[in-house]
């Protein structure tokens, strides 16, 4: 299954071991995500530090792990898809997931309710709708 996972998804697996991490590494899970992405770990690395068990060593062995995992799209590649996401997102931040998900026909993996509750065109899978699937 191709999913675009967003960045707090990320997060959640960067800061605590468990379901959300094993999904992420779940063979049948093909994830990508905008350029971006990992510019914005390194923009909240010192925050997500201060949250993790892992030492600073470990999180940077699992984020090289985790860089192999997730595809990451240019952001040339879904401009023309910008003012439809534009349209459909309920919150301008997550735009870009958007954009990337209209282009590859995918799912998102997020677990901001506001994404699934307030549009009905993109499919938005939470991590425990995806923990049921797998």
């Avoid at 675009?4 to 995500?33: M, P, R, Y």
């Avoid at 090289?64 to 401009?79: A, R, S």
């Amino acid at each position: 299954m191709d999913l675009v996972i967003d960045a707090n998804v990320l997060f959640s697996v960067l800061i605590k071991k468990g379901k959300t991490e094993e999904l992420l590494f779940e063979e049948d899970l093909h994830v990508f995500a905008p350029e971006f992405i990992f510019e914005e770990f390194e923009k909240y690395k010192d925050l997500i530090l201060e949250k993790t068990e892992r030492t600073k060593e470990e999180l940077d062995e699992l984020m090289t792990i985790i860089k192999k995992k997730i595809k990451t799209i240019p952001n040339e590649e879904t401009e023309k898809f910008i003012p439809e996401a534009k349209i459909i997102c309920p919150d301008e931040k997550d735009i870009d997931y958007f954009a990337l998900a209209l282009k590859i026909k995918c799912p998102l993996w997020s677990n901001d309710k506001l994404l699934k509750s307030k549009q009905q065109i993109l499919t938005v899978y939470s991590t425990e709708d995806l923990m049921k699937m797998f």
